[in-house]
């Protein structure tokens, strides 16, 4: 049997030129659709995270719901959306960061969250770090412990690791 990583990063789709030129996409669906790779993807999560040690999962719009929602479930943890702005129904809180071109705002539910609760920040690909940075400042704005960061794949030649300094990140597959 193969080695459980070359089995993962075997389920990497790399789209050059999407969704702009430059850009290699790293496609996760391959993987998503392998039960195998899928259920290894979550159990190596889980026991990276550790049973026990988080209150909620927060988990990142669109990709990071896929992955976050299963963490959550087999932590026994909450699952809390981050979406893109105006995509909440209630009263949230804002959080706008660069991109390469332009800006992004993301936003939480201003009740998601209690004073003190400890967090899992989690979410498919770490890029530059901008996503996970501004999603830990709108978990420990409504009073979380941001205790981990947990992504499936890291584009480590991004240095995303840099913009998250202090934080303990987990990552499966590293490009
Ligand atoms: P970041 O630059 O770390 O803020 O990444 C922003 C978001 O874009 C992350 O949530 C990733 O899901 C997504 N992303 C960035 N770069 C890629 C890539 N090369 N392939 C797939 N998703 C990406």
């Known amino acids: 049997m193969r080695d459980a990583s070359e089995l993962l990063r075997s389920r990497v789709r790399d789209v050059p030129d999407f969704p702009q030129p430059g850009i290699v996409f790293k496609d996760i669906t391959p993987l998503l659709a392998d039960p195998v790779a899928l259920s290894?993807?979550?159990d190596?999560?889980?026991?990276g995270l550790g049973r026990g040690t988080i209150d909620k999962v927060v988990g990142i719009e669109a990709r990071g719901f896929i992955v976050a929602a299963p963490?959550?479930?087999h932590m026994a943890a909450g699952f809390v959306p981050i979406r893109k702005r105006g995509?909440?129904?209630?009263?949230t809180e804002q959080e706008s960061y660069q991109l390469e071109y332009g800006e992004e705002t993301i936003?939480?539910?201003?009740?998601?969250i209690t004073q003190g609760e400890r967090i899992a920040i989690v979410d498919d690909v770490l890029?530059?770090?901008g996503t996970a940075a501004?999603?830990?400042?709108?978990?420990?704005?409504?009073?979380g412990t941001v205790v981990s960061m947990a992504f499936l794949i890291e584009l480590a030649f991004l240095k995303g690791r840099e913009k998250l300094e202090g934080y303990d990140i987990l990552s499966l597959l590293q490009y």
């Open 107 to 112: 936003e939480i539910h201003a009740d998601a």
């Open 87 to 91: 995509k909440l129904p209630w009263k």
């Open 40 to 42: 290894r993807v979550i």
């Open 71 to 73: 963490v959550a479930y």
């Open 134 to 143: 501004a999603a830990s400042r709108l978990v420990e704005r409504l009073g």
């Open 127 to 129: 890029a530059t770090g």
């Open 44 to 47: 190596e999560l889980v026991v």
